[in-house]
């Protein structure tokens, strides 16, 4: 088993386009195979984008390959590659934004394939015969478990809190509005994320009120994104008890009234 870092540098047929993320030989060949080995006279800019698709989609001014007009974190030049619209975030019309979309089948969204500097057009990237979601990183989690993007939104009574994990690049960012909720607590609940296997929402939301040690009256809203392009969105009103007497008296009332 290789390590996903021997992967980006080692597997790959030439060295990436570090702002692109994808490799020369790739786009090449995808220019080739579409246009004949004039190569040269097909992409005046040697952006590796045939000059013919640029056009289709009027794409113009420096540095094109690298551009990402529908924000759909996939630059042109995997739009390309992957025979996509750049202009359209959702290319099929599939409800699912091309980013999340898992074009070679090896449980990594195109966007996450982009970040990590592997292949998304081919299922395994260093040619290990382990498929690039099925490589583990350092502590031994696969990449098609791991989290991408965590954020949480908490308010209670007293105050409110404010939390966001971003993995990208091999690196994790941690933002924390306060004290209350650290960055090891944050690391710890994606870590209780990445260790179960399809969580639901309702397990989700057992675990943040677990290891917070939630309790009374609360608002809770939460976004998770893993690298495999599955995302979870969910929110929770919880009223302790004293609450939840005042609103049933309130209702009682409303009923005598009538």
Request: avoid cysteine; aromatic fraction near 6%.
């Amino acid at each position: 088993m290789i390590n996903m870092k021997k992967a980006w540098s080692v597997g790959l047929a030439a060295t990436l386009l570090l702002s692109q993320g994808m490799t020369v030989a790739n786009a090449k060949g995808h220019s080739e195979k579409s246009h004949g080995n004039k190569t040269q006279a097909h992409d005046k800019n040697k952006n590796k984008i045939a000059d013919k698709w640029e056009k289709k989609y009027k794409l113009t001014g420096k540095n094109i390959a690298s551009q990402d007009k529908d924000k759909d974190g996939l630059p042109n030049i995997v739009e390309y590659q992957l025979h996509l619209n750049p202009l359209s975030a959702d290319t099929d019309k599939n409800h699912v934004n091309d980013g999340l979309e898992d074009a070679d089948g090896d449980k990594l969204s195109n966007r996450a394939e982009v970040e990590l500097r592997t292949d998304p057009s081919n299922p395994d990237s260093d040619h290990d015969k382990i498929k690039d979601g099925a490589e583990v990183d350092k502590h031994g989690v696969e990449y098609s478990k791991k989290v991408r993007e965590f954020e949480l939104e908490i308010e209670t009574d007293d105050d409110d809190f404010e939390a966001e994990y971003e993995y990208k690049k091999g690196y994790a960012k941690i933002k924390v509005s306060k004290k209350f909720i650290s960055k090891a607590t944050v690391e710890a609940l994606v870590k209780k994320f990445e260790a179960a296997t399809e969580l639901t929402e309702e397990e989700m939301q057992s675990i943040i009120e677990t290891e917070l040690h939630l309790e009374g009256s609360y608002d809770m809203e939460a976004e998770v994104e893993f690298l495999n392009g599955k995302e979870v969105e969910f929110e929770k009103q919880s009223l302790d008890h004293d609450d939840s007497q005042a609103d049933d008296d309130d209702n009682q009332n409303d009923e005598d009234e009538d």
